[in-house]
């Protein structure tokens, strides 16, 4: 199974990111590309600026990798309780080239944070809107406190209750 995993996040330091990469560990026969959201940057979405430009080579080597996948993991950093600028600005723009962006993909749908909520805003929106782009949720899981139940030096969850949670949820992937 080739899975197609990112944080929907631009930080170099992005706690989604670790958690991301961490879920995809936790998987058996899998190869896994992790992309970097920095390498699909694009001018901001608007009528005028796709006329300007139509439709940009980042966005179609996003859907690509999309394509050549069999299964999505994403971790979602919430940005004032919605998605990052860089996830939505990637996305509007692969709209508009493929209203159904995840193109029929299992997905896992993730999100942590520094604060107790652990991005819940951001993953029910993800949640809710991403079978309307041709998404399949297998499951979701949201870390909250990142700092308190993530040990960054063993590169896993620390709390086991919550790491049995993701751990259940990612055997999900395959069913």
């Known amino acids: 199974m080739k899975i197609l995993a990112f944080a929907a996040s631009s930080s170099s330091k992005s706690i989604n ?22 390498d699909y940057e694009l001018p901001m979405f608007s009528e005028d600026k796709e006329i ?3 439709q940009p080579d980042a966005a179609k080597r996003f859907l690509d990798k999309i394509a050549d996948s069999d299964a999505i993991i994403v971790s979602f950093a919430e940005h004032n309780g919605s998605y990052s600028a ?7 723009w692969c709209s508009r080239i493929q209203n159904k962006v995840y193109q029929n993909k299992p997905m896992i749908l993730l999100s942590t944070s520094i604060g107790q909520g652990g991005g ?3 993953l029910t929106n993800a949640v809710n809107s991403i079978p309307y782009f041709d998404g399949i949720v297998k ?7 990142f700092h308190d139940n993530f040990n960054l030096e063993l590169n896993k969850i620390s709390n086991e209750e919550l790491d049995n949670q993701l751990k259940n949820v990612m055997l999900k992937l395959n069913q």
């Open 17 to 38: 990111k670790i958690l991301v990469t961490y879920a995809t560990t936790l998987l058996e026969k899998t190869s896994t590309q992790i992309l970097d959201l920095n």
């Open 86 to 92: 860089v996830y939505k600005n990637l996305f509007d």
């Open 139 to 145: 499951g979701s899981f949201s870390l909250p406190s």
């Open 52 to 54: 300007e430009i139509n």
């Open 120 to 122: 819940n805003n951001v």
